[in-house]
Each structure stands twice: as structure tokens, then as C-alpha cells.
């Protein structure tokens, strides 16, 4: 079994910043690629940054520069830092990580989510 626990969500206020936080736990004898996803009522969820292992990250177009993303691979554990946030940021945003269990079993997970408001 492999738990993603998400942190950090909140209501803040536009030009505000939060930090996102994502820690996987269970049988884990590896995690490669982490990242957060986003989704509003009535529209599909969206990527808004990836992480593989090494480092190497990727992001939405419309965020890049104002969202981080970053990562621990000892604590298997990932952050998104958001800076300058806007009231369409507000959502609830998705952990996901792709987790071996053993060399070779490996599956997608995703957290149970987190809210984020963006509003005065």
C-alpha cells in the first residue's frame, strides 16, 4: 500500500504565496516522477508541474516562473511553491507520483487533494 499525504492548501490573498507539500508513504522501494495537478468544478484536471528523479521539471505554460516545484527523493517527498497567486488559481490541487512497490510493479497515485482559494 502507498499513501500520498497533501499540506499546505488555505485561503490566501491574490499577489499571496503558498507552499504545497506531497509525502509518499508505504511500501516504497522507489518513486520516479512527482507532480501536482489542479481542477475546478465542471472542467477536467490539469497539469500545472512534473518532477522526475533526477530533477529534471516541467510545468504549465501559463505558470511557469510563478509556480516551483521541487523535491526530496530521501523523504520522498514533493513541494510546489506559488508565488504571486491569482484568483484563478483557486482549486484543488493533486498530488500524483508514479511508485514502484518493488523493481518491477509500479503504478500512478494520486493524493486525496487539497483546496487552495485565492480570493480578498
Known amino acids: 500500500q502507498v499513501q500520498l499525504a497533501e499540506s499546505g492548501g488555505g485561503l490566501v490573498q491574490p499577489g499571496g504565496s503558498l507552499t504545497l507539500e506531497c509525502a509518499a508513504s508505504?511500501?516504497?522501494?522507489?518513486?520516479?516522477?512527482m507532480g501536482w495537478y489542479r481542477q475546478v468544478p465542471g472542467k477536467e484536471r490539469e497539469l500545472v508541474a512534473t518532477?522526475?528523479?533526477?530533477?529534471?521539471?516541467t510545468y504549465a505554460d501559463s505558470l511557469q516562473g510563478r509556480f516551483t516545484i521541487s523535491r526530496n527523493n530521501a523523504k520522498n517527498t514533493v513541494w510546489l511553491r506559488m508565488n504571486n497567486l491569482e484568483p484563478d488559481d483557486t482549486a484543488v490541487y493533486y498530488c500524483?507520483?508514479?511508485?514502484?512497490?518493488?523493481?518491477?510493479?509500479?503504478?500512478?497515485?494520486w493524493g486525496q487533494g487539497v483546496q487552495v482559494t485565492v480570493s480578498s
Open positions: 508505504g511500501s516504497i522501494y522507489r518513486v520516479n516522477s
Open positions: 518532477i522526475t528523479a533526477s530533477g529534471s521539471s
Open positions: 500524483r507520483a508514479t511508485v514502484y512497490t518493488t523493481m518491477w510493479d509500479g503504478e500512478r497515485y
